[in-house]
């Protein structure tokens, strides 16, 4: 597969069969995993200047870096919630949160959860889409002791997700909606963008890239390298977790697309569906859920 496969794909060579979710009908995916190419943070309007989407790494201290790339969320003390597939192909054995290296005690994930052949990300994309159809792209990590010093993130629990602004954070892949996702670094600086939740559907909610008229102020979508990140809408004045960062629509043959142009979708874990797995799957063990 071409480089520009790959980037677009989001595979890399220690995790080339870690892939994910589920589609509507008819639109082409694809994941944002980590990637052998290196590129910034959040794929961002051409025609807003990138200073303007930079924040300092205080502005959303819950946000949790993994080692090698991607992000979660600390949801309770001792627990964090990310993207399955940005745990897959090598050992999570710490997290970096608000400056600190923590030691992780265990990765659960959702046992709904599978790892695309390595042969759906070449060729046409249906045979990839139909295989992930019926994927659960989520996890959990355990720490081996509570964190200190930053409060937890509350989960969103209802159901009004659409229509719903929302704020992107994350360190992954730039550029911009004209030219695309650009190489570089696919862990920098944090960047912030705004969206819209464009639709729902049972696991999933999705946002699109828009431009001119049609766009928030600081419109942007996730990219490469920002799979887990998180996905805020706010509720009774504050901000909680609705969403994961988890994959991108494409049009056309997986070789040939362009990740990060306007017009594509980006589609996030919806953690209102997850909540019963989240909340049992702490319960189980040790560890009360956040209220």
């Not at 759906?120 to 355990?142: Q, W």
Request: net charge neutral.
């Amino acid at each position: 597969m071409s480089a520009d496969a790959r980037r677009l794909v989001g595979i890399s060579l220690a995790a080339v069969q870690a892939s994910l979710g589920r589609i509507k009908k008819g639109l082409p995916v694809v994941p944002l995993l980590m990637t052998s190419a290196t590129a910034t943070a959040i794929v961002i309007r051409d025609d807003i200047p990138d200073e303007r989407y930079l924040v300092a790494e205080s502005a959303f201290p819950a946000l949790v870096d993994l080692m090698h790339e991607g992000h979660g969320v600390l949801i309770a003390p001792q627990w964090i919630v990310t993207a399955a597939h940005a745990t897959q192909g090598h050992s999570v054995t710490e997290v970096m949160l608000n400056g600190e290296c923590l030691a992780v005690e265990r990765v659960v994930v959702h046992p709904g959860y599978k790892q695309v052949p390595e042969d759906l990300f070449t060729g046409e994309s249906e045979p990839l889409l139909r295989f992930l159809a019926s994927s659960d792209d989520i996890a959990l990590i355990k720490l081996v002791k509570p964190a200190t010093g930053v409060e937890p993130a509350p989960l969103y629990r209802g159901q009004g997700e659409l229509g719903q602004k929302v704020v992107l954070y994350g360190k992954g892949a730039t550029g911009n909606g004209l030219s695309g996702q650009s190489e570089g670094p696919n862990r920098t600086v944090l960047r912030r963008a705004q969206n819209v939740i464009s639709s729902v559907d049972g696991r999933w909610l999705a946002y699109t890239f828009d431009s001119g008229r049609t766009a928030r102020p600081l419109e942007g979508m996730l990219g490469s390298g920002d799979s887990g990140s998180p996905v805020l809408l706010q509720h009774h004045r504050q901000w909680e977790l609705a969403g994961l960062a988890s994959w991108r629509s494409a049009e056309g043959k997986l070789s040939e697309v362009r990740s990060g142009l306007y017009g594509q979708r980006g589609y996030q874990v919806r953690i209102s569906h997850y909540l019963p797995w989240i909340e049992a799957t702490i319960k189980a063990n040790g560890a009360a859920p956040t209220p």
